[in-house]
């Protein structure tokens, strides 16, 4: 996913790395982690806007207006992202993002279920763009293509155009979970599921997935649908299952299960990390304080 940038905030990030323009944000002599190599040096960040214009020895110049930060012995670390999470245990959903932002989470991905079911399709879209605007940090959503639990109006509720109207917003990723998995295995039921998954994948877009419980057998036919991820695994093993499938693994710790501690030997049951996340799913208020 590529988030826009304007020729001219382009051209001033050109100008910053290469020193000869004063940033907005310079973060001086941190411990800087490097996601690209795994290093962690001592480095200075410099920052336009809300991007990164440089990390390295900065002996360009300080504007007035350039704000300083002495990083100093402390770890300066690219804003975490929530692959996953349900803002319903807060009043109001952007209080998750407030809350996550000051504790270094700079962007969640949402589930609209609730909402969705309670605003309809046109007025949740009207919602999750307003939101996504005002949050603090950055706020995406998904599109769920059904319910948790199966009704007679669920087809039109989760309709073709509704759901398509959602995949085309900026502000929604994917598909949402399936908790309902077997659904795909059902002649019934799969064909309208894998048409909305298809949808998605047509706009470059995925479906987030939802195994709980999947054996080594289905599991191959839930990737085969096209679901290209699983929070629920909650042993070692069972993640490197997922894995095995092609799937990112988001490994989860939260209000719901705490399952960290026995997800965690699977970073040592394979060499390849980069479709590994971790996630919160639908974590509490004293959670996240914690």
């Not at 795994?38 to 200075?44: F, H, K, R, S």
């Not at 960040?45 to 020895?57: E, L, M, N, Q, S």
């Not at 997922?242 to 710790?253: A, D, E, K, S, T």
Request: with cysteine; net charge negative.
């Amino acid at each position: 996913m590529a988030i826009p940038c304007s020729p001219d905030l382009r051209w001033r990030l050109v100008r910053v790395a290469q020193g000869l323009e004063a940033p907005d944000l310079l973060v001086r002599g941190g411990r800087v982690w490097n996601a690209f190599t795994g290093e962690v040096t001592e480095a200075d960040v410099a920052v336009c806007a809300d991007r990164i214009a440089r990390v390295g020895p900065w002996d360009g110049p300080v504007g007035e207006g350039t704000a300083v930060l002495d990083a100093r012995g402390l770890a300066v670390v690219p804003g975490y992202i929530e692959p996953h999470t349900h803002p319903w245990p807060f009043h109001n959903p952007l209080a998750l993002a407030e809350a996550a932002v000051c504790r270094g989470t700079t962007t969640l991905v949402y589930d609209n279920l609730l909402l969705y079911l309670a605003l309809g399709p046109d007025r949740f879209a009207e919602l999750a763009g307003a939101q996504s605007r005002a949050a603090l940090g950055r706020v995406f959503w998904v599109a769920r293509i059904a319910s948790q639990s199966w009704f007679p109006e669920e087809a039109e509720v989760f309709g073709e155009e509704p759901i398509r109207r959602l995949l085309d917003r900026p502000e929604v990723l994917c598909t949402g979970e399936m908790t309902r998995w077997t659904d795909f295995l059902r002649p019934d039921r799969a064909p309208r599921l894998l048409g909305r998954i298809e949808d998605a994948r047509a706009r470059g877009k995925f479906a987030d997935g939802h195994t709980a419980g999947a054996s080594s057998r289905r599991l191959p036919a839930l990737a085969a649908a096209g679901i290209r991820s699983c929070h629920e695994a909650i042993t070692a093993e069972e993640a490197l299952e997922r894995l095995r499938q092609g799937l990112w693994v988001l490994l989860r710790n939260s209000s719901l299960r705490e399952d960290l501690e026995a997800l965690l030997p699977v970073l040592d049951q394979t060499a390849f990390h980069d479709r590994i996340t971790l996630t919160t799913d639908g974590a509490k208020a004293h959670q996240i304080v914690r």
